[in-house]
């Protein structure tokens, strides 16, 4: 059964980088037969879709969070991270890692997610 | 980017009884769209992909339909387990966008 658990500092400062990991077991994060992504969910509110990307390079990111978003997957410990810059109060949400259904070469629909990890900016 | 619109925002149902939720999209997804499962505290849990295809260990209650724009998820005999908030995702374009979700409670 596949898993996925987020990690990482729950406060960020404003302006700063907000980092994420997720580790994933039960499968490999170099399958080439899936993407991965993240999305995020403000407190209260509903889901948005952050970024999608193959492990060995190949992304598709929210054009309101492009210039921001950055990932990078680590094989060796099966892991894929997320870093997103310049955050702010509105960057305050909980961040869920998901694994993505791939209908080659197209990522589609979000089929495993982590329990996700909440990260608040504030000073 | 494709605005997905879900109503109605809350549907109150009592425990038995048939839910129907809507979901249109601002422009023709195909059959190109989830919808997802959430409980309070909980991650989403994928229910309805392709429209009408139930994910893995998701009861024959549950029900997709529509294509294009229009989109129903339908539970026929709501269980307790069943109250949740539920949204539908279009994943035909680019970038991939969510309905702000339907709240379904006890009546």
């Known amino acids: 059964q596949l898993q996925l658990q987020e990690s990482g500092p729950g406060l960020v400062k404003p302006s700063e980088t907000l980092s994420l990991t997720c580790t994933v077991s039960?499968?490999?994060?170099?399958?080439?037969?899936?993407?991965w992504g993240w999305i995020r969910q403000p407190p209260g509110k509903g889901l948005e879709w952050i970024v999608s990307?193959?492990?060995?390079?190949?992304?598709y990111s929210n054009p309101s969070l492009k210039s921001r978003v950055t990932t990078s997957v680590d094989t060796s410990k099966n892991q894929f991270s997320l870093k997103l810059s310049s955050v702010t109060a509105a960057d305050t949400a909980v961040y869920y890692c998901?694994?993505?259904?791939?209908?080659?070469?197209?990522?589609?629909?979000?089929?495993?997610w982590g329990q996700g990890a909440l990260v608040t900016v504030s000073s | 980017e494709i605005v997905m619109t879900q109503s109605p925002a809350t549907l109150s149902v009592s425990p038995g009884e048939r839910a129907t939720l809507s979901c249109r999209a601002s422009?023709?997804?195909?059959?190109?769209l989830a919808w997802y499962q959430q409980k309070p505290g909980r991650a989403p849990r994928l229910v309805i992909y392709?429209?009408?295809t139930r994910a893995t260990g998701i009861p024959a209650r549950f029900s997709g339909s529509g294509s294009g724009t229009e989109f129903t998820l339908t539970i026929s005999s709501l269980q307790s387990e069943d109250f949740a908030v539920y949204y539908c995702?279009?994943?035909?374009?680019?970038?991939?966008?969510f309905g702000q979700g339907t709240k379904v409670e006890i009546k």
């Open positions: 998901a694994r993505v259904t791939t209908v080659t070469p197209t990522p589609y629909y979000f089929d495993y």
């Open positions: 039960g499968g490999s994060v170099s399958s080439g037969d899936y993407y």
């Open positions: 990307f193959y492990y060995s390079g190949s992304a």
């Open positions: 422009q023709s997804v195909g059959s190109n």
């Open positions: 392709g429209a009408a």
């Open positions: 995702h279009q994943y035909s374009n680019w970038p991939r966008t």
